[in-house]
Nanobody
Framework: QVQLVESGGGSVQAGGSLRLSCAAS????????VAWYRQTPGKQREVVAS????????YADSVKGRFTISRDNADMRVVYLQMNSLKPEDTAVYYC?????????WGRGTQVTVSS
């Protein structure tokens, strides 16, 4: 079992920045990839960024050049999502997902609101 807790969400004006954190506990040695997703009411959850166990990263086109996913070098249980140049369309609940060989695990999400 893996437990995930997201933090760092909040309200910010357009152009601002936020850093989200995803802290994992439990069987963290089983985690392969970690990804950030986001969801707005009435829409499907969409992937924003992902990072593999080897450090390879991928981003949705809508956030390339603005968002950066990374692991904490001092604490490999933590994955960050640095979000710069935020836009109102980035407003969503952001979720962290951990992928293991056997299952996917989700956090409960953190709200990000960007005002114009």
């Amino acid at each position: 079992q893996v437990q995930l807790v997201e933090s760092g969400g909040g309200s910010v004006q357009a152009g601002g920045s936020l850093r989200l954190s995803c802290a994992a506990s439990g069987s963290i040695f089983r985690i392969n990839d970690v990804a950030w997703y986001r969801q707005t009411p009435g829409k499907q959850r969409e992937v924003v960024a992902s990072i593999s166990s080897s450090g390879r990263t991928n981003y949705a086109d809508s956030v390339k050049g603005r968002f950066t996913i990374s692991r904490d070098n001092a604490d490999m249980r933590v994955v960050y999502l640095q979000m710069n140049s935020l836009k109102p369309e980035d407003t969503a609940v952001y979720y962290c997902k951990a992928v293991t060989q056997y299952s996917d695990y989700w956090g409960r999400g953190t709200q990000v609101t960007v005002s114009s």
